[in-house]
């Protein structure tokens, strides 16, 4: 494709998304999801962050990459995410793990799941590919990173953060010069090394890398080659580019999408049971961190028909309230109070039952005089009438997942099993 004076670079560039993972660290909530299609924020599934800032830095080719427990991802990939158009140059591939290269080999690594894909990636003839991990949430415009890897010169160039040093051990950890170049990467150092100047503070991968295509399929095939390779871009690819061409570290702060310039940079891994609640709840704040509400940076996902939220009754004891809290379409809090929680689309709260910091996924149903606090309900579970949670630790411990936080996960199964 030849490229046009001052036109963005983001046209002549693929998204590929990785999205395959489990996210075993949800516990139940990947029992029958992969970790990418996990819901947040009220409407939308994880995933849903990393293709809309595809979308709205303007890259208009996307591939996603899916492996364990497809099922619910595709379909909402299906039925959110197809309105892309080939006659408009635009294009939206869905790739499972199919065993193209050989009958024995699934995915086995992030860089194996690109490599298997080469032949269907030329057929789009770009440029630049902008490889996402598809669980993380966050408002980043790509095409300020495109314009970093171009006037750099680098070989990858690697979407970083600062983040706190004592919880940096789960990243690769990245070490870099005055001019932002790579000088060493270690993936998921058990002591990560300190920023210069900031001895509390890591720069960590945030897996996002841009490559020129044709030089990425080079050392695809070349890693392909390696028996000894684990095949991944954080184990392999990554630091060998480092020890042996030119790696440049790309500062999320200077992409990050805000409403404001006193805003801070805002990214979470939400792939704890604790970071998961805690970042949905904290969007029920008065001006929370992450905004949902900024029409110049929609998060697109899959426009559910619904009638809106109602709420019901006016009696002393029986009012059907929400303070501080997001309500999708199509719930109904009959009679019920609501505080501090998130409610998906579908969920009924029945009279006289209380909750508080709840986290509640579609189609749940609360029964009457149930008291909820600090919880995260799996999808379509059935709360019974009385239901007591929050104010025993101990039994809670013994009925549900109990998070490090105190944070219950309750789920149908464990619902079933308190009869049993």
């Known amino acids: 494709m030849r490229a046009v004076a001052n036109e963005p670079l983001a046209r002549h560039a693929l998204a590929f998304v990785l999205a395959g993972g489990r996210g075993s660290r949800l516990l139940e909530l990947t029992d029958r999801r992969a970790k990418p299609a996990v819901y947040f924020g009220g409407k939308s599934r994880i995933i849903d962050f990393a293709l809309s800032n595809a979308l709205n830095s303007g890259i208009r080719r996307i591939a996603i990459a899916t492996q364990y427990k497809a099922h619910s991802l595709i379909r909402h990939l299906q039925m959110g995410w197809n309105f892309f158009r080939p006659e408009r ?4 591939d869905i790739l499972p793990a199919s065993q193209r290269v050989s009958e024995t080999m699934w ?9 298997q894909n080469i032949d269907i990636i030329e057929g789009h003839a770009c440029r630049y590919i902008v490889l996402l991990a598809g669980d993380h949430v966050y408002k980043m415009d790509y095409e300020i990173m495109l314009k970093q890897h171009v006037e750099s010169g680098a070989d990858v160039t690697v979407g970083c953060l600062e983040m706190p040093r004592a919880e940096s051990s789960a990243f ?12 060493s990467f270690l993936e998921k150092p058990a002591d990560p090394p300190p920023m210069p100047g900031k001895p509390d503070k890591s720069l960590a991968s945030m897996g996002i890398y841009v490559f020129d295509t044709r030089f990425l399929f080079d050392q695809l095939r070349r890693d392909a080659a390696d028996p000894n390779s684990a095949h991944d871009f954080g184990k392999d690819i990554i630091p060998y580019l480092v020890k042996n061409g030119r790696a440049v570290a790309h500062q999320f702060s200077r992409s990050c999408v805000r409403t404001g310039s006193d805003r801070p940079s805002y990214w979470r891994d939400v792939g704890t049971v604790d970071a998961y609640w805690s970042a949905n709840i904290d969007l029920t704040d008065v001006v929370p961190e992450l905004d949902l509400y900024d029409r110049a940076w929609p998060i697109w996902t899959y ?4 009638p809106p939220a109602k709420f019901v009754h006016d009696e002393e004891g029986r ?7 997001l309500v999708a379409g199509g719930c109904i809090v009959s009679g019920a109070s609501l505080r501090r929680s998130l409610l998906f689309t579908g969920v009924h709260l029945h009279s006289h039952a209380r909750v508080e910091g709840a986290v509640i996924l579609p189609d749940v149903d609360v029964g009457r005089h149930a008291r909820l606090k600090n919880v995260v309900i799996d999808r379509g579970v059935r709360i019974p009438e009385g239901l007591v949670v929050g104010e025993d630790p101990e039994l809670d411990g013994k009925r549900f997942r109990m998070s490090p936080n105190g944070i219950c996960l309750i789920t149908q199964p464990m619902i079933d099993g308190l009869n049993a």
Do not use: K, L, M, P
Request: cysteine-free; aromatic content about 8%.
């Open 89 to 92: 140059n635009e294009s939206f």
């Open 319 to 325: 009012r059907g309230e929400a303070v501080t809290s």
């Open 172 to 183: 690769g950890i990245i070490h870099v010069d005055e001019n932002d170049v790579i000088q």
């Open 107 to 115: 995915y086995v690594g992030t860089a194996d799941a690109v490599y």
């Open 303 to 306: 426009a559910e028909i619904s």
